[in-house]
C-alpha cells in the first residue's frame, strides 16, 4: 500500500493544533480542528479556538505533494471560541444535513457540550446540550442518521456514578435528546471504557471504546440494533482515540498506537474478520512521532475525490503539534 503524507498546517512556536476532522460538500474538503496555546500545567493547551480549513477539493488533491504546507490553498476562519474549545467532530448525516459537536471547559473547569446542524457544513450557531438521566457526556465518533433518527456516539456517566462509560445519544432533528445504550464500564473492577466510535458493518454495528485506565488500549463490542450489545472485548494494548468508518463496504479504524514510552503512531487497521475480531485485520502505522503519546495519534478519515484519506495531528519534542494528512489512493478500494 502506497501511503503518501504531507503537512496540512504547520506548527508554531506555543501553539497547539489538533484533533482534526473533515467531511466532503459539493466540491469542497471542510477540515475542522482545534488550536490552542501550549501550557505545560494543562493537557492540550489553553485558550483553546474551534476553526475551518477550507479547500478546493481539486486544488487539494493535485496540490497534495506539491504544495507545503496545503494550508496555503485553503481558507480558515474561527468557528467557536467561547472560553477553552476542546474539540469539534463534524458529521454527515444525510444529503443536505450535517452536524458539529463541539464542548469546553470555562474558568471553573466546567464543561459544556454543545452541537450545530446545517444543512452544508459551515457553522454559526450552537445548543449547549444536557439530556434527562446523564451527569455529563461528551461526543465522540462520528454521528449518523437512520429511519429519521440522529445517533451520536459519545461517552459519559449515567446518573449517581463516579465513573464514565460508552453511550449511544439519540434525538429527532435535534430536539428530544435520549440515551438510547450504554455499555459496561468497570465491570470486572478496574476498567473503564471512554471514546467510543461507532460503524455500520454487514447486518450490524460495531463500537470501538478506549480503554481509559492503565495499560491502556481498545476495545470492541458488536450489536445487530444498536440496543443490545455483547461483551466488551479487549481488540489491542497500548492504543488510544478510536476513530472507525465503514468505507465502501470495508470497516477501517484510525487511533493512536503506542509504540514506547514517548514514541507513538497513527495507525490504520482494516478489517476482514467482522464481528468476531479473531484475526486478519491488515494494520499500518501511517507515522510516527515522538515526544509525549498524547500529542499527536488522534486522527478521522473518509474519501476525498475517490481516494481515501486520513488527517491527524503530529506530536514533537517540543509539545506543539500540528496537522497532517495521509493519502492512500484509489488504490485502497480495489
Not at 471512554?194 to 471504546?209: H, I, T, Y
Not at 484519506?309 to 489512493?329: C, D, I, S, T
Request: with cysteine; charged share 25%; hydrophobic share 40%.
Amino acid at each position: 500500500m502506497k501511503i503518501q503524507t504531507e503537512t496540512v498546517i504547520p506548527g508554531e512556536e506555543a501553539a497547539y493544533t489538533a484533533f482534526p476532522t473533515f467531511v466532503t460538500c459539493r466540491g469542497e474538503v471542510f477540515l475542522y480542528y482545534r488550536k490552542g496555546v501550549v501550557d505545560k500545567a494543562g493537557s492540550h493547551g489553553k485558550q483553546g479556538r474551534v476553526h475551518c480549513m477550507r479547500f478546493d477539493e481539486t486544488d487539494f488533491l493535485n496540490g497534495f505533494g506539491k504544495t507545503r504546507p496545503l494550508c496555503q490553498l485553503g481558507r480558515d476562519h474561527v468557528v467557536f471560541g467561547e472560553g477553552n474549545e476542546m474539540d469539534a467532530i463534524v458529521s454527515k448525516l444525510g444529503p443536505q444535513r450535517y452536524c458539529l459537536a463541539t464542548r469546553n471547559y470555562d474558568e471553573e473547569k466546567v464543561m459544556r457540550t454543545f452541537i450545530s446542524f446545517s444543512d452544508k457544513p459551515i457553522f454559526k450557531e450552537r445548543k449547549a446540550l444536557e439530556i434527562q438521566g446523564l451527569d455529563w457526556f461528551a461526543f465522540y465518533g462520528k454521528a449518523f442518521s437512520a429511519n429519521g433518527v440522529d445517533v451520536f456516539p459519545a461517552y459519559g456517566s449515567l446518573k449517581g456514578e463516579i465513573f464514565g462509560r460508552p453511550l449511544l445519544l439519540t434525538s429527532h432533528q435535534g430536539r428530544d435528546w435520549k440515551p438510547l445504550a450504554s455499555l459496561p464500564s468497570y465491570w470486572d473492577g478496574k476498567t473503564v471504557l471512554n471514546e467510543s466510535s461507532l460503524a455500520g458493518v454487514g447486518d450490524g454495528w460495531v463500537l470501538f471504546m478506549r480503554q481509559d485506565t492503565a495499560p491502556f488500549g481498545l476495545w470492541v463490542a458488536y450489536s445487530k440494533d444498536l440496543l443490545q450489545w455483547s461483551k466488551p472485548q479487549k481488540w489491542r494494548e497500548a492504543a488510544h482515540a478510536p476513530m472507525a468508518l465503514n468505507i465502501r463496504g470495508r470497516l477501517c479504524l484510525c487511533f493512536r498506537n503506542i509504540l514506547e514510552k514517548d514514541r507513538a503512531a497513527i495507525a490504520l487497521s482494516v478489517f476482514k474478520d467482522v464481528p468476531t475480531f479473531s484475526g486478519g485485520d491488515e494494520l499500518v502505522n501511517l507515522d510516527t512521532y515522538v515526544g509525549s503519546v498524547y500529542d499527536g495519534g488522534y486522527g478521522d478519515l473518509g474519501a476525498v475525490g475517490g481516494e481515501l484519506f486520513v488527517f491527524y495531528y503530529h506530536g514533537n519534542e517540543e509539545g506543539e503539534p500540528f496537522l497532517k494528512a495521509a493519502r492512500l489512493g484509489e488504490e485502497f478500494f480495489d
